[in-house]
């Protein structure tokens, strides 16, 4: 499951960008047809301006599309065949215009270069898609909550992971390996201890943070976001954790009590994570057991302010 989520980012990294040239080809040949066929090597432009037009608002659709969901891969394949009309339409200018042959051999390279890319991320896509589609039902989770802070107070705070021990019960230590590797100890109901080590596998600052770690007994691949809430109420904080049975009977059962117990704490994970941010308090522990009540911190030293500045 990894490295297909692995392969589904790059993937979509590559139709991302994919998508931002379609969007600026195509914003050049709504403003200037005519430029855009001169340097294609057409001498005589005039005439064809309404086709060139056309075809700079079908890539400035196909862009947008893709945008949108990049992990999509019917938009890739409008590309490539858009990319064929846009062969075509070369050689029958070509035949009907003079050109200047040096400048358009040039421009059909190009063509046929984006052409080769838009069939290589269309066909990956389609593939990651039917693999999707016919893989086993994955244990997941999601779980939101709005933080009354900056979004890059927030993001320091997950960052910076021995945080997260503080406010998600059950977790007994994270240690941090270097800047991408951590290890991870969980103790869940009865007992058993689940340990993992996790690796940072993408990451945008103030945005986002994705996530996979490999145990013996089971493994995951998570990712938290971190957008503007409406209404500058803050930010917003969603989490997402898929879960992968390894070890047989004894993995398939933890997954599965993992799954139980963390649809609900997950989300009181977030709840106190909001408390301690926007009030200072830190969840600490004064009895036995996972579920244990909150008490303020006493060590002023505690409680920080995750815009850099301690109060």
């Known amino acids: 499951m990894h490295q297909r989520e692995l392969e589904w980012i790059s993937a979509e990294r590559a139709a991302t960008a994919l998508a931002w040239f379609s969007i600026g080809l195509g914003a050049a040949e709504l403003i200037a047809p005519r430029a855009v066929a001169r340097l294609a090597g057409i001498r005589e432009p005039r005439g064809i301006s309404g086709a060139i037009r056309a075809l700079g608002a079908r890539e400035l659709a196909n862009g947008a599309a893709i945008l949108a969901n990049p992990r999509q891969p019917a938009w890739l394949w409008s590309r490539v065949a858009g990319d064929g009309l846009d062969l075509w339409m070369m050689q029958r200018a070509r035949q009907r215009r003079g050109v200047k042959d040096a400048r358009f051999k040039a421009a059909s390279a190009a063509v046929m270069a984006v052409t080769a890319a838009d069939l290589m991320v269309a066909q990956r896509l389609t593939t990651l898609e039917r693999q999707q589609s016919a893989a086993p039902?994955?244990?997941?989770?999601?779980?939101?909550?709005?933080?009354?802070?900056?979004?890059?107070?927030?993001?320091r705070f997950w960052r910076?992971?021995?945080?997260?021990?503080?406010?998600?019960r059950g977790i007994e230590a994270i240690d941090v390996i270097d800047d991408r590797h951590s290890h991870w100890r969980l103790r869940v109901p009865g007992g058993v201890r689940v340990e993992w080590d996790a690796e940072i596998v993408d990451e945008r600052e103030n945005e986002r943070i994705t996530w996979r770690a490999e145990g013996p007994v089971v493994a995951h691949m998570g990712s938290v976001m971190f957008t503007p809430a409406p209404g500058a109420r803050g930010t917003q904080v969603v989490a997402r954790f898929e879960y992968e049975p390894r070890g047989g009977p004894l993995g398939s059962n933890i997954a599965w009590l993992m799954d139980g117990l963390f649809e609900d704490q997950v989300q009181e994970d977030l709840r106190r994570c909001k408390q301690f941010l926007e009030t200072g308090e830190i969840p600490l522990s004064d009895g036995p057991g996972l579920l244990r009540p909150a008490q303020p911190a006493t060590d002023p030293?505690?409680?920080?302010?995750?815009?850099?500045?301690?109060?």
């Open 137 to 155: 039902p994955r244990l997941e989770i999601v779980r939101a909550v709005t933080i009354n802070r900056a979004n890059h107070e927030v993001y």
């Open 160 to 168: 910076e992971f021995t945080n997260l021990p503080r406010v998600m």
């Open 301 to 311: 030293a505690e409680i920080r302010d995750y815009s850099g500045v301690h109060r």
